[in-house]
């Protein structure tokens, strides 16, 4: 099996005013002479070395059942850096959600031959970095037409932005969440609930008409259960 190629790069974001870590995955069969959708994993260290999802694209893509797939993780510099960017009370939470929509995107549409719509751009992430992709989608919903979210952190800022999209028709979601999700331990070493919150978001989204996939995984908080979810998600969005 052809194995992608996974690029590391420095890119300086001036909503942010600091420099970022980007990993950048183009698959083995990469041409500008194809167009390729595009996938933006927040927690983008966790994607690759904990989802290994590079992995799980090249075998997809070498057996011809997903479309043709740039992926681009930006992983975070530490717990607080995550959580003031991440979450909707963080101080770097809008000039994160500029960066995503009104500098990443442009960068990666400049350099590779990607299909410029919102329909051809999807977001993932994990907990809080899934709060933080759904809530890209929402202020920038003609950017960002599909969102995966694996455990999101769900609280009533989220459930109020969600009460407040406008075009429910204009992207798609992709939602689990974990049974064993009643008592996770959080990085501010509280304890939460996920799922009940979890579950009032997907009521939600059935309420404002979004189109979405939703289960309750046998499972708890971890990536044990992400990554061998991952499969189903990039399959279910992006299969052919």
Known sequence: MEQGTIRDL?????ALQE??????YLPANYSPLYKYSLLIASDGKDYFQLGRISRVADEYLANGEIENLIIVGVPYKSIEDRRR????NGDL???YLRFLAHELVPYIDKHYSTYQMGMGRALIGD???????LLAAIAYPNIFGKVLLQSPYVDDAVLNKVREVKNPHAFSIYHVVGLGETQVVTTSKTIKDFLTPNRKLHELFLEKGITTFY???DGQHSWKYWQSDLKRAIKQKFGL
């Open 93 to 95: 939470h809008e000039a």
């Open 127 to 133: 907990s809080q970095a899934a709060t933080v992709s």
């Open 10 to 14: 420095e890119f300086y974001s001036e």
């Open 215 to 217: 289960e309750e995984f």
């Open 19 to 24: 420099p970022l870590e980007l990993l950048i």
């Open 85 to 88: 960017k991440y979450l909707p």
